[in-house]
């Protein structure tokens, strides 16, 4: 298998129309490939990574790397996997949120050498006219768009469904259209709205446009790692609270997190699985491996060797975790507000979980309540798990 066979393979769920034909075409040219990001919240987290070290590898490859950061389509709210109706975002809510956006990918595609391509697709959507839409929605069925399962499922519950999430994979699937994309690399919760970019391909430009699905990354509590669930890993996190958290993934997700998260060989990682089935490893020595490469990507190796002997310090000699000094406000504070003040949670969703599983303590008191009113003064102590702790300063 050469170096392009394993892009092809490793990490990759299905390719349409077929592996072979696209293999076939990425020997002959170069390609402009593409990923399109709604920035629905300020962090990018291990699950979007998998896209983007794909990209990264067709990057070194000499292919031609596009991003585009939906902030007309991250209004609107892509509807993929969700069950109830998202809340719609402003203009200004997904702009602020995809600030950040450049600076994140930056750690894993390079801005140097065969630099990829932004755009925002409120570069095109806000110039197109109505008669545009109209004839573009002409191309499509209402039960086409009705196929999809996650509408499937609000029918039979009797949910809503928005007429714009209703419209939102004709939304994306004319990005395609505009940048003039050969490949489109997407998450397999993205394979409806991808298939529909490629009809537009062959409707608009008579051209053959390739999909890429990834497969979806399970988070901290074993569901899709989603801001929603507040189980993510996030690229921006700290080195100590990175490695904790994947520390904490469920046993059986080591060997996938290797395999899609990480540089280590497939043979390496097949010796790692073998030892897991057969109980000669113990799975939190594979796990801390596994923290090792993950942090080394994102902060270095020195940061990842001080990160573990960190967590070795607190849970194996029954440590507490160094703390850190930050300003807040005192006096009565929600403990739900505390944790957001103090940046020790990504979202109100995650903070809001880690409190009430009883993760968080002031002073070493559990807090579970989430509008519980905690006393802060000076010196105050803010924990969470064995690996995060704030001491309150003046601010």
């Keep these: 298998m050469d170096g392009l066979e394993s892009v092809l393979s490793r990490g990759v769920d299905s390719i349409y129309p077929s592996r072979n034909?696209?293999?076939?075409k990425l020997r002959r040219q170069k390609l402009r490939i593409y990923n399109g990001i709604d920035p629905t919240s300020t962090s990018i987290h291990l699950g979007h990574s998998i896209i983007l070290r794909k990209l990264a590898q067709f990057q070194k490859l000499g292919h031609k790397?596009?991003?585009?950061?939906?902030?007309?389509?991250g209004m609107v709210g892509d509807p993929?996997?969700?069950?109830?109706q998202r809340k719609p975002l402003t203009r200004r809510q997904v702009l602020e949120n995809s600030s950040s956006y450049k600076s994140l990918v930056g750690k894993i595609l390079d801005f140097k050498k065969n630099?990829?391509?932004?755009?925002f697709n409120s570069n095109w959507w806000d110039k197109v006219k109505a008669p545009e839409i109209l004839e573009m929605l002409s191309h499509f069925t209402v039960q086409q768009l009705l196929e999809r399962d996650m509408f499937q499922e609000r029918i039979e519950k009797r949910r809503p469904i928005a007429a714009s999430e209703f419209l939102y994979p004709i939304l994306q699937g004319y990005d395609s259209v505009a940048i003039d994309t050969d490949v489109e690399i997407g998450g397999t919760d993205?394979?409806?709205n991808m298939l529909v970019g490629r009809e537009f391909m062959k409707i608009k430009e008579k051209k053959e446009k390739f999909v890429i699905t990834i497969p979806l990354l399970e988070g901290t509590d074993g569901r899709k790692m989603s801001k929603s669930f507040g189980n993510t890993i996030d690229l921006n996190e700290e080195p100590n609270q990175m490695f904790g958290k994947i520390m904490s993934i469920k046993d059986d997700l080591i060997v996938k997190y290797f395999t899609l998260l990480t540089d280590v060989g497939l043979d390496e990682i097949s010796k790692i699985e073998e030892s897991l089935k057969n109980s000669t490893i113990n799975p939190r020595?594979?796990?801390i491996n596994l923290a090792l490469e993950i942090v080394k990507i994102y902060h270095g190796e020195s940061e990842a060797k001080n990160a573990q002997n960190e967590f070795e310090r607190v849970f194996q000699e029954g440590g507490v975790p160094e703390t850190k000094k930050v300003g807040s406000k005192t006096g009565k504070i929600k403990a739900l507000d505390l944790i957001m003040n103090l940046e020790m949670a990504s979202s109100r969703s995650e903070a809001k979980r880690l409190i009430e599983q009883g993760g968080v303590k002031s002073n070493g008191e559990k807090i579970v309540n989430p509008n519980q009113l905690i006393d802060v003064e000076i010196g105050t102590i803010v924990q969470i798990g064995k690996l995060k702790a704030v001491e309150i300063m003046r601010s």
Excluded: M
Excluded at 65 to 73: A, E, Y
């Design 190 to 192: 993205q394979t409806f």
């Design 80 to 84: 993929s996997g969700k069950d109830t």
């Design 65 to 73: 790397i596009i991003l585009v950061f939906g902030d007309f389509t």
């Design 115 to 119: 630099p990829p391509e932004i755009f």
């Design 285 to 287: 020595d594979a796990k």
């Design 21 to 24: 034909l696209l293999l076939e």
